[in-house]
């Protein structure tokens, strides 16, 4: 069971959580008697629970769609409008940002270019102006967002909300990023890594919705891993687990950001995919990818080309997906995962990466772990880690609004959310 739990509260009521966490993540709703079922309770025990729900809001009552003939049964939803929260995905080059209503509807969405290496004052003042503007057109304030669901490409040190020696974000190792937002916004704050989010996304709402241990592969410009096992996301010791990028596939290779040489990441990332790009272009060998200046391709020009049938490009892409497969085929080993499931910009080349990636780990892992593994694209395409944050932000919402008995002031989380920071 998936749910997320505010350390400063005592929670009285598991039944309670458990409960909202069922109801939020069923497909078309949930009837009282399921309910009742999965949660191995009297049916009386369950009409107390759903009672106080109902009571506080938080979730309604409504006939359900899933049955096409006769009288359809009532089941139980969250009630989209009980709050508003939003989720901010950075990447190395993009920032999503989106405001979602309380059932993780996105209602205001937007993508712009980003350069995480300006560091955390430019990069944070963007991001706080996008919002403003997906505030505005929606014709709310900053005032309205119960909770905020974030994700950074780097390593997240889970407890201090902040990320360490992030090889792609020079400039923000060990920078305050959930406290810096939580003071400037007024409301809970969540801080995972993007890889982390895109499982979770793609988890809830996604390829992988039902599965009990996935692993979603993150390619962007670097490469990271989210894992969920035994549907609760693993963050390791520290909150950063799943670095799968940095894996040594060659000790002479390539120098990686890292500072190592030979990372998976230095063969196969999306900056590697783009140098390679202009290497080639530069040997002067025919391609398609000849036809834009070579200092400005990019991973995503080599997957549009290897798309549209360029067969230098298709090399590339098919040789970084044999290096991934390699990585996953360790981790398939060690994980046994049901399925993993590859996201980012690149994966945008859909086949002729996961091609090679399945056939590497055919040849790579044992056949005990091989044979139970569903290797496929994210349903979600560029939007997992956005979907994944906003899942984050409406658990740190939807639980803390379970907790009361009516809504609640702004001032009166912010009060608690200080009282319960640990003291520097
Ligand atoms: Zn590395």
Redesign the pocket.
Known sequence: MFYWINSNQNIKNFNKHSAIDLIRFATTGISRTDLAEQMGLTRAAVTLIVNDLLENGVILEAESRAIPNGRPPVVLEINPKRGLVAAVDMGATHVNIALSDFSAKIIEETSLPFDIKQGPQICLTEVKRILHELLDRYGVGISQIMAVGVGVPGPVIKDAGMVMSP?IMPGWDGYPIRKTLEKEWGCPVSLNNDAELGALGEWAYGAGRGEKNLAFIKVGSGIGAGLIINQQIYGGTTGSAG?I??I?IDENGPL?????HG????FAGGNAIALQARKLVESGKRTLLSNAPSKDLTAQDVADCARRGDLPSQEIIMRAGTFIGIAIAGLVNLFNPSAVIIGGGVAQAGDLLTTPIRQAVREHSLRASEQSVHITTAMLGQRSSLIGATVQAVSIAIHDATERKAPVSKEQILTELKQAAPTE
């Open positions: 090889p670095e990028g940095h040594t990686c950001t890292c500072g190592n990372c998976m990441e230095a």
